[in-house]
């Protein structure tokens, strides 16, 4: 069987890291803390599922922590803009906090930042509804 059959295995040695997501409730604001890759496939898929999960049972304050997000792909963005139309469709609100440097300037570059509500940390989201 080939190595590289495996989606996991790299030829450069890098194991994939699958997203994981921990989600806490604070004052009515709903915090998603987001840890690995935010990429095509089962990572953006689960993202979208727990936030339309979030926003049927009545959640339109959302704060998305990015601190731990070590790799986007195009999907991930657009798994973030979806979320961010969404929910604003729905009389919500969408923030996202602790964007790496990297997030921070593809966003730019795209020119897709000034769609999102930003914060340096979780504490300054929260306050900031």
């Not at 590289?4 to 994981?20: D, K, V």
């Not at 806490?24 to 936030?51: I, W």
């Not at 469709?89 to 923030?95: D, E, M, Q, T």
Request: aromatic share 6%; charged share 20%; with cysteine.
């Amino acid at each position: 069987m080939d190595a590289f059959a495996n989606p996991r295995n790299s030829p450069w040695g890098r194991q994939t890291m699958p997203l994981e997501i921990t989600q806490r409730e604070m004052n009515g604001v709903y915090l998603l803390a987001l840890k690995g890759r935010l990429v095509l496939g089962q990572e953006s898929r689960g993202l979208l599922t727990m936030f339309d999960n979030l926003v049927a049972s009545g959640a339109a304050r959302i704060v998305i922590n990015l601190e731990q997000v070590n790799y986007v792909d195009s999907a991930g963005i657009g798994a973030l803009i979806e979320i961010h139309r969404n929910i604003r469709a729905k009389g919500g609100s969408l923030k996202l906090c602790n964007l790496g440097p990297k997030l921070r300037q593809a966003l730019e570059i795209a020119r897709l930042l000034p769609i999102f509500e930003t914060c340096p940390t979780e504490t300054a989201a929260i306050a900031s509804f």
